[in-house]
């Protein structure tokens, strides 16, 4: 019971009347065919014999063909996503569109029927880590973050046919890819986990900022031919809120234990100060005037994650230093 009111998700096996009222409470209860009726009863599987070893062999193979429904299920909400987005702009042949959806159900039964390498399977830390972080609801943010920028970059350069159905379907189809592979990616390296959402989440702000400085209205050329579109506090605010909000909430995996404290600081702290300078570096160097808006924007957007993973790694060197100087001196017996 106390494990249950701690959050933890119990097995429990028994086979008497005294183990009814635990199998009942477990969050998975298994009792053997030998034992009592009222064990059998409160129990949620039986086994049929008493070799016990067959239970790790059995909750892996639970676990596999869990992962493998939520797999197909994602698999299917974003080819459909891709597809009805396709079609809905005419991108897509009706014939192209069956021999797609005939790929797509035998992609499924073909996933299905690969339950193989349970042993695999048999990672607790790892499971429970990712269930706590909600990966599929944050894989959908990350993919309608992106998905939704080119509807902010349609209405901010005032595209039209067939342009305005390119880039939608570009950025939509992007969004899906990027979504499935951070689903899928459970143990991604901490850089690219942080570059995927500075590139869905704060590179959203930072478009949604520039169009609210525009008054939510499209860009006006100026006087020598350029848009006028990189001036304003908006795009400032829209990157550091929706930025800071990737790097807060949307990482795949939580730091490790022993560097939750000076990863947070450094993320902050320096992630925040190098996407400043990498902006205005990026800025500076590709100038509107000579290389356009889309160039500029790109180099914008690259500035920003570059800067900010720059910005991170020597903030966290120099809190890693920080932290291995006084631990010399408490070793040297000084203050």
Same mark, same amino acid.
């Given at each position: 019971?106390?494990?249950?009111?701690?959050?933890?998700?119990?097995?429990?096996?028994?086979?008497?009347?005294?183990?009814?009222?635990?199998?009942?409470?477990?969050?998975?209860?298994?009792?053997?065919?030998?034992?009592?009726?009222?064990?059998?009863?409160?129990?949620?599987? +039986?086994?049929?014999? &008493?070799?016990? !070893?067959?239970? @790790?062999?059995?909750?892996?193979?639970?676990?596999?063909?869990?992962?493998?429904?939520?797999?197909?299920?994602?698999?299917?909400?974003?080819?459909?996503?891709?597809?009805?987005?396709?079609?809905?702009?005419?991108?897509?042949?009706?014939?192209?569109?069956? $021999?797609?959806?005939?790929?797509?159900?035998?992609? /499924?039964?073909?996933?299905?029927?690969?339950?193989?390498?349970? !042993?695999?399977?048999?990672?607790?830390?790892?499971?429970?880590?990712?269930?706590?972080?909600?990966?599929?609801? %944050?894989?959908?943010?990350?993919?309608?973050?992106?998905?939704?920028?080119?509807?902010? %970059? /349609?209405?901010?350069?005032?595209? +039209?046919?067939?342009?305005?159905?390119?880039?939608?379907?570009?950025?939509?189809?992007? *969004?899906?890819?990027?979504?499935?592979?951070?689903?899928?990616?459970?143990?991604? @390296?901490?850089? %690219?986990?942080?570059?995927?959402?500075?590139?869905?989440?704060?590179?959203? *702000?930072?478009?949604? &900022?520039?169009?609210?400085?525009? &008054?939510?209205?499209?860009?006006? @050329?100026? =006087?020598?031919?350029?848009?006028?579109?990189?001036?304003?506090?908006?795009?400032?605010?829209?990157?550091?809120?929706?930025?800071? $909000?990737?790097?807060?909430? =949307?990482?795949?995996?939580?730091?490790?234990?022993?560097? /939750?404290?000076? =990863?947070?600081?450094?993320?902050?702290?320096?992630?925040?100060?190098?996407?400043?300078? &990498?902006?205005?570096?990026?800025?500076?160097? /590709?100038?509107?005037?000579?290389?356009?808006?889309?160039?500029?924007?790109?180099?914008?957007?690259?500035?920003?994650?570059?800067?900010?993973?720059? *910005?991170?790694?020597?903030?966290?060197?120099?809190?890693?230093?920080?932290?291995?100087?006084?631990? !010399?001196?408490?070793?040297?017996?000084?203050?």
């Amino acid at each position: 019971m106390n494990v249950l009111q701690a959050g933890g998700r119990p097995l429990f096996v028994g086979d008497g009347v005294n183990d009814a009222s635990a199998l009942a409470y477990a969050h998975a209860g298994v009792s053997l065919a030998s034992g009592t009726e009222l064990a059998g009863a409160a129990a949620d599987a +039986t086994l049929y014999h &008493g070799d016990l !070893s067959t239970l @790790p062999f059995a909750v892996a193979l639970c676990r596999q063909a869990i992962a493998i429904i939520r797999r197909n299920l994602a698999r299917a909400v974003l080819y459909n996503l891709a597809g009805i987005t396709l079609a809905a702009l005419g991108l897509l042949h009706p014939v192209v569109a069956a $021999l797609l959806m005939v790929a797509s159900s035998l992609l /499924v039964a073909w996933s299905s029927a690969r339950i193989d390498d349970i !042993s695999a399977w048999c990672r607790c830390p790892d499971l429970k880590e990712a269930e706590g972080r909600r990966p599929m609801l %944050l894989a959908t943010v990350h993919g309608l973050a992106l998905a939704l920028q080119g509807l902010v %970059l /349609v209405a901010l350069f005032d595209l +039209t046919d067939p342009a305005a159905r390119w880039t939608l379907a570009l950025f939509t189809i992007a *969004g899906c890819c990027l979504g499935w592979l951070w689903h899928q990616w459970q143990r991604i @390296p901490h850089s %690219l986990d942080m570059s995927m959402g500075m590139l869905a989440l704060g590179n959203l *702000g930072m478009l949604a &900022g520039w169009w609210a400085d525009q &008054g939510f209205a499209p860009v006006k @050329p100026d =006087c020598c031919g350029c848009t006028e579109l990189f001036s304003g506090i908006g795009m400032w605010i829209g990157m550091f809120a929706f930025g800071n $909000l990737a790097m807060a909430l =949307c990482l795949r995996r939580a730091p490790a234990v022993e560097d /939750v404290a000076p =990863c947070r600081w450094s993320m902050f702290v320096g992630g925040n100060l190098g996407m400043i300078v &990498g902006m205005f570096g990026a800025g500076y160097v /590709v100038d509107p005037l000579r290389f356009g808006a889309g160039a500029h924007l790109v180099a914008m957007t690259s500035g920003m994650i570059v800067g900010m993973l720059l *910005g991170h790694y020597w903030a966290l060197a120099f809190f890693r230093l920080g932290s291995d100087l006084r631990a !010399s001196k408490l070793a040297e017996g000084r203050p």
